[in-house]
């Protein structure tokens, strides 16, 4: 597995997760039991964000691997632990439906583990 399929990975993960937030908030909301906003502002705060980075994992995931793309996976890697630290407390601890994001999101940090330290590309 190489830095190009975990990034279209978490491309995809972020457009997937992104556009529910963005478009549906009020789906996501209730899916997670989540009592929503009002306005469903902030879920839509999120999808477009999420959207951003999507946008920033596919178009960096055929870059040659140099100091900038090392940094998005960097970037992208504390994006995914943060995230799914926070599914996993919402689990556990709120009692929200977060166990499939959860997997998701833990597979995506195994593979951005594995590309930043385990088996690292050479710089371009």
Known sequence: ????????????AFGIFGSGWFLLPGMMYKYWAIVPDPNEYVGRRYGAFMLGLAVISWLARGAPNTRARRAILMGSLVAWVLTD???????LTLGLNAWPAFGVELALVAGFVWVLFMKPEPEA
């Open 85 to 91: 630290a926070l599914s996993l407390y919402g689990a």
């Open 1 to 12: 597995m190489g830095s190009k399929t975990v990034m279209t990975a978490s491309a995809a």
